[in-house]
């Protein structure tokens, strides 16, 4: 990064930056001989290139233009390019065990590769008016135009406009028990582009046909209309200290409308695609955020320090397209359970096989003795929490500080692959009820000793081979009666792994984050060799989880920074780590 500031005259600078970010990632993937699935195994070797370069000049003016007023103006401009390249080349089956190459290879190599290009020029604006350092209004605007929109639709603008009013200022007020006291609000709008390459529809090459390269259509029906998504966004706060700023309170409430999102909503396979690329939705969110700081305790060398926060968020799907037509869009799947964005419900919505029932919620068992599953697919929750928050204490004493963080997401709903595909194996814990007479398995035996008839209870005739793994399932047969037909426990477990609601659980979680001890060297020892402060500290994170309701994993494993989260599958275990940290200040 290169960076020139200027001061052509006094309170008005010049300022241009330009940084470059550039990296190669080179990965080689193995899978050994004999694995399950891939029995000869395979080689794959895939190389990343990105080059992004952002470039930035402005021009601010600040100073106070009277003893009331204080202006402060921005202007600017920025230039951003952004290339991406991806080759991957694969040996799908290895000839010779244990040998990774691509040479290694009985069949063709598949090979792939993919290059993408942007570039985006901005100009932006801000205006900061300020009338005796109490009250302030700031408008602020940003025009883009992005290579990857239309011409028609390539420039879109988003300005924004705040004010605050600091009320202790205002109004002169000296007060022990009021400190600070400040009123806050703002509208704004973010606009942002699409995707590469989502204009025009373009063919796919493939492997050759007697020489001949396959070109094929890639499934998705590109739009040369596209428009930037756009996001407008409403907040109101208030900020107040109380008792000379022993108790710190900051309160948000925010009403956020998403629209023209950019979907790929699913369209019949016979208009010679199966995805469209449209500008569609309408997405509300609404919620307050709470940051709560105390100081109960302040001495001359002791201090100990409380900070909370909350925030919750209730989001709600008003439109998906403003035809109508649409009423439900994918946003992930794992195997038969979606995360969907449905018409009238929280965005992220669970939705999957779930329990037939009765009109009094018992589960409806088969002939077989096995739970049906209802023929048409349930909401079985969603993925954002109803609140979550934290709570972190610090205590100081002369130069040493121990603090410790606790946080929790409390509410939403998560699907777990992992118990899905344990209980299906039988290697979890919750899968031995049953297993053996020692683990209240059931006595029974098949006729004949022919397990086509049907497991039967009772005393068996002499020759038949008795089994003691059975369990009858708990629900009621097709004419509401109790259901007493005894089934293996294999069968049982088995067939909950095609029922999504089995291993839907409460995303709850409470953890013992963060613990802290740092130690400040005394200034007399570090002032002789030009440091200013130093400070020595052993840091833990992620050490506990105090509490959670989906077993044998994280909760937080089901939730990444896409939009498919809620869904959890054979993911590694979350680490605990500990570190050593120095810093020094000169």
Known sequence: TVNLNYEIVSGLNFHIKSGNDYYNDKRKLKIAYGTNGTPYGSYEEDAFTVNENNTEATLRFNRNISDDFSLDVLAGANLRTREFEENDQKAPRLAVAD?????????????????????????????????????FVNLTARNDWSSTL???????????????????????IQSDILSFAKLRGGWSKVGSDADPYQLINTY?????????????????????DLKSESTNSTEFGVEAGLFKNRVRLDVSLYNTNSIDQILKVDVTASAGYTQKLLNAGKINNKGVE????????????????????????????????????LQNYVLGSDGTIQVIASVGQPYGTLFGNAYLRDASGNIVISSDGIPL????????????PDWIGGINNSFSYKGINLSFLIDASIGGS?????????????????????????????????????NSQGAVQGTPPAGETVYDDGIIAKGVTA????????????????????????????????????????????????????????????????????????????????????????????????????????????
């Open 414 to 450: 998560l699907y777990s692959g992992t118990n899905g595909t344990g209980t299906y194996t039988g290697i979890l814990a919750s899968t031995m009820p049953g297993r053996d007479a020692a683990h209240g398995g059931l006595s029974y035996y098949y006729p004949g000793n022919d």
């Open 373 to 384: 599953a209802d023929p048409s697919k349930k909401v079985l929750g969603k993925y954002t």
């Open 479 to 586: 004419d509401g009666k109790p259901n007493t037909k005894v089934v293996p426990a294999v069968s049982y477990y088995k067939a909950q792994y095609d029922i999504d609601e089995q291993f839907v659980y409460k995303s709850s979680y409470i953890k013992f984050r963060e613990l802290r001890i740092g130690y400040t060297l005394p200034s007399a020892w570090i002032k002789k060799i030009g440091l200013v402060e130093a400070t020595v500290a052993l840091v833990g994170r992620n050490l506990w989880i105090l509490y959670k309701d989906v077993p044998n994993i994280d909760p937080e494993n089901a939730f990444t920074n896409g939009n498919a989260q809620g869904l959890e599958d054979l993911t590694l275990p979350t680490t605990r780590s500990y570190g050593f940290n120095i810093n020094f200040k000169f």
């Open 150 to 172: 239309p011409v028609q639709n390539l420039s879109y603008f988003y300005p924004s406009v705040n004010a605050s009013f600091i009320l202790t200022q205002a109004f002169g």
């Open 99 to 135: 040998v990774y190459t691509l040479t290694n290879s009985r069949d063709p190599l598949v090979s792939s590769n993919s290059y993408s290009r942007l570039k985006t020029y901005s100009t932006f604006a801000s205006a900061q008016v300020g009338f005796r350092n109490y009250a």
């Open 290 to 325: 709470v940051q709560l700081g105390l100081t109960p305790v302040k001495a001359k060398l002791f201090r100990w320090d409380i900070d909370l926060n909350y925030a919750a968020n209730r989001s709600k799907v008003l439109v998906l397209d403003y035809e109508k037509r």
């Open 204 to 224: 796919n090459f493939n492997a050759p046909f007697q020489n001949s390269p396959q070109l094929t259509s890639s499934g998705i029906d590109l739009n040369p």
